[in-house]
């Protein structure tokens, strides 16, 4: 495929894939947001044909780009502020980060990422297209990345086996989190609330994600 025919390829998906984001997100704001975020710009060459069909696409090291649906479906469900504080758990591209950092212009996005080749490839992305509003963070031991919180929305981009006590002690009161709970071949998409009196769960759907490794995660064994 030439240079020309995957430009009026991305034009065209591009345009059917929002169309499609329409029916089932009601958020004007986040479709706009993911509208402003090149994704071709997120995935290796090989993939770049495909940016825009509404698929996870793989971006090595055993990770993926998650689908547009599922970005819109979270971001939606943070219910974001332009001011909002925002830590992402597993950077992998950066799309997704990206999408964070429109929504909250007056804000801070905080993203971690385990593998960090990935890391240093979503810096290189993120600072080319000027995000100066994302900080990407090398994940360690420590779950999350307390020293910056608390946030105001938390977005853990990997499957958990429960609701991690770390991360939610990294939200503010009022604060809110969406996670894939469940084992390593489905999850469903969990939305929590933390309240005064404790966290409050919402159920967004099924979901499939790469497993979150580490502490309060899933052991690197099988």
């Given at each position: 495929m030439t240079e020309r025919e995957t430009e009026k390829k991305l034009n065209s998906d591009r345009k059917e894939l929002f169309s499609n984001l329409r029916r089932s997100i009601r958020s004007k704001s986040v479709l706009s947001a993911m509208q402003r975020v090149p994704r071709e710009a997120f995935v290796p060459t090989g993939e770049r044909p495909m940016a825009y069909l509404d698929v996870p696409l793989t971006i090595g090291e055993g990770q993926t780009i998650s689908q547009p649906y599922i970005v819109a479906l979270?971001?939606?469900?943070?219910?974001?502020?332009?001011?909002?504080?925002?830590?992402?758990?597993?950077?992998g591209s950066g799309y997704q980060a990206a999408v964070l950092a429109e929504m909250v212009p007056e804000g801070k996005v905080v993203t971690v990422e385990v593998v960090r080749c990935l890391a240093q490839r979503a810096r290189d992305i993120l600072c080319a297209l000027d995000y100066e509003n994302i900080v990407v963070e090398d994940a360690d031991e420590t779950l999350g990345c307390p020293w910056?919180?608390?946030?105001?929305?938390?977005?853990?981009?990997?499957?958990?086996?429960?609701?991690?006590?770390?991360?939610?002690?990294?939200?503010?009161?009022g604060g809110r989190m969406v996670v894939p709970v469940g084992n390593r071949d489905q999850q469903e998409l969990v939305c929590a609330l933390r309240t005064g009196e404790g966290i409050s769960l919402r159920m967004l759907g099924p979901c499939r994600f790469v497993p979150l490794i580490g502490r309060e995660a899933f052991p690197t064994s099988f």
């Open positions: 979270i971001t939606e469900a943070l219910r974001l502020q332009p001011a909002d504080r925002v830590l992402e758990v597993g950077a910056r919180g608390p946030y105001d929305a938390i977005v853990v981009s990997a499957a958990a086996p429960s609701l991690s006590p770390a991360l939610v002690s990294q939200l503010a009161v």
